[in-house]
């Protein structure tokens, strides 16, 4: 989890003899996933932290500011801690987690990396999440580190040498230009390549044809709109199109573009050109895949289906809310197309075009549902998924208050039962939503999300963000009802944002929990391990992490209190040292 005080853990005392063989620690720490309980293993005795350093530090995830430069600035002091980084994922002002005035600087953070590039020798991957594109300088800087390391390949400075550890690399833009001559564009092999687009708020819809749905509760209509309306589209750098299409041909995951509305909308003709035979997932965002002038009815094979079709090795396929005349309206594919894809994520249209809807796993419909007339397609689309593991659904709950009879609550029910098999549900509403998580009301059931939870016995963990509403129950009560009320759940989590959005990925967070539930010999819930964040009134920001008796809150509830505060039961603790590897300790999706 995440610590307010942050540092390089301490050594164990060399007066603790450890008498466990080294192969057994080392499948501990292997066999053992939460990182959490790897880090206070290996606080036991200078062996097992010896052992198990390189499990700890394998993955860097900076999710913060402040995770940023502390974290950065103890690697600089600790160089040794930075050769097993294998995975480093940098998130400076992350919209989510970022007080609005609260920026850091970019540079300053992307120049500490530059600097600590020469001791990452077993970097395999790196993706950088700010609101602009880094310098070029720290392209260099990664791309120079093996330069030395292999020697054999060296002759100059120059695009004719390969990167022989860093396979994957990935990055945002935000509203700076994308030039022909960044370095990177010159790396070579990739296996991974990721260009999203970034923004920190929608002030640049004002104006605009989005500029209605600032404040509205209905749904984008894309198709409506005309080229005029939306991002003059841009062409990227050929370079970079040279580098993917001619310098990776082993590419397995490749994504362009952000989700819709995106203030930066691309001219990605030519990844539809690319054929990549082990390409495993493929995500496109919003961009134009055809010309503005294409005829939809011309062809009953676009480019796009013929790009499916020749790449069979295909997982998982993601298309953030395509639209208007940037793609094509439908798709056209034979049966015998993807075989392998078990994971899709897209709008409803192209949902019901897909040859394999058995085969399909993990699911994610992006188009918003904002009427009653949208949930029968589809529970009608998710019965023809028997396979279906988890779904994640963007819906505007507002008309339930106007519509009494269709309770919202009724349409999470109807959801659950439709997927039978379903072990993960998350939600996103999109306006203030009128349903209660936990009904305090003994006379209004059929309102408590908690209780459409139970509609679903093999579900073990959902999540759920909503907008802030001051009338919330306190977070932790609510945490404290879900376990108790659904025995079957083992984690969830919830995320209140400021304000409603129009994408998946953007959203102030106000309040975030994640909590996983412990269970006793007869399989009911005993009690919470729960990690809080979020801000305050003024915006000054706040975590806490502690685990919670439920069976002392029973025993309270029971006395007459139902609402009366439980924290003296609350044993608020940090049992464990934590550091800058427990960024990563506990791997709570807040997005």
Request: net charge positive.
């Amino acid at each position: 989890m995440f610590s307010a005080k942050i540092s390089i853990p301490r050594r164990p005392s060399q007066n603790h003899r450890c008498t466990i063989p080294t192969e057994v620690i080392r499948n501990v720490g292997h066999h053992t996933s939460s990182l959490r309980d790897v880090l206070s293993i290996s606080l036991t005795c200078q062996r097992a932290r010896k052992v198990l350093v390189p499990r700890l530090y394998a993955t860097v995830e900076l999710r913060t500011n402040r995770h940023c430069k502390v974290a950065l600035e103890a690697f600089s002091a600790s160089p040794k801690v930075t050769h097993h980084i294998r995975i480093l994922i940098v998130r400076p002002n992350n919209v989510e987690r970022t007080p609005q005035g609260d920026y850091l600087d970019e540079e300053l953070i992307a120049g500490l990396i530059s600097t600590l590039a020469i001791r990452m020798p077993s970097l395999r991957s790196f993706y950088w999440d700010g609101l602009e594109m880094p310098k070029d300088e720290l392209w260099l800087a990664l791309r120079r580190l093996y330069v030395l390391r292999v020697p054999r390949f060296y002759t100059q400075f120059n695009d004719k040498y390969s990167c022989p550890l860093l396979k994957s690399v990935g990055t945002s833009v935000g509203y700076l230009p994308i030039r022909n001559t960044d370095s990177l564009f010159d790396f070579r092999d990739l296996k991974t390549f990721i260009l999203s687009v970034k923004s920190d708020s929608l002030e640049w819809l004002l104006g605009s044809y989005y500029s209605k749905y600032l404040h509205a509760a209905v749904a984008i209509d894309y198709d409506l709109m005309t080229s005029d309306e939306r991002p003059t589209p841009e062409k990227l750098p050929r370079r970079c199109w040279q580098m993917l299409l001619e310098h990776c041909p082993n590419l397995q995951e490749l994504k362009i573009g952000g989700s819709a509305p995106s203030p930066r909308i691309f001219d990605t003709r030519h990844v539809t050109a690319g054929r990549w035979p082990r390409l495993r997932k493929l995500t496109l965002g919003d961009m134009r895949l055809q010309p503005p002038d294409h005829d939809r009815g011309a062809s009953p094979i676009s480019t796009l289906d013929q790009f499916l079709i020749v790449h069979p090795r295909l997982q998982e396929v993601s298309f953030l809310q395509p639209g208007g005349d940037g793609f094509p309206s439908t798709l056209s594919l034979p049966f015998a197309s993807l075989p392998n894809m078990t994971s899709f994520s897209g709008p409803s249209r192209y949902l019901r075009c897909l040859p394999h809807p058995e085969n399909i796993q993990h699911l994610s419909i992006t188009t918003l549902h904002h009427c009653l007339s949208a949930f029968p397609r589809t529970y009608a689309l998710l019965k023809a998924m028997p396979s279906l593991l988890s779904l994640t659904l963007w819906i505007d709950l507002t008309f339930a208050n106007r519509n009494i009879i269709q309770d919202d609550n009724n349409i999470f029910r109807n959801l659950l039962e439709c997927c039978p098999s379903l072990l993960h549900f998350e939600v996103f509403c999109f306006t203030r939503p009128s349903f209660h998580l936990n009904s305090l009301d003994p006379f209004l059931p059929q309102r408590d999300f908690s209780a459409a939870l139970c509609r679903s016995p093999r579900l073990r963990s959902f999540s759920l963000t909503k907008v802030y509403k001051p009338s919330d129950e306190d977070m932790s009560h609510t945490a404290v009802r879900i376990a108790r009320d659904n025995p079957h759940i083992q984690q969830f989590s919830f995320r209140y944002t400021q304000d409603s959005w129009l994408t998946h990925d953007s959203g102030s967070v106000k309040q975030f929990g994640q909590y996983g539930v412990l269970a006793g010999d007869d399989g009911l819930p005993t009690s919470i391990l729960a990690h809080e964040w979020g801000f305050k009134v003024f915006g000054q920001p706040y975590s806490r992490h502690y685990v919670h008796d439920l069976e002392s809150s029973k025993t309270r509830r029971s006395s007459g209190s139902s609402r009366s505060s439980w924290s003296s039961s609350e044993r608020a603790r940090s049992p464990r040292p934590l550091s800058v590897l427990s960024f990563n300790s506990f791997q709570f999706s807040s997005k």
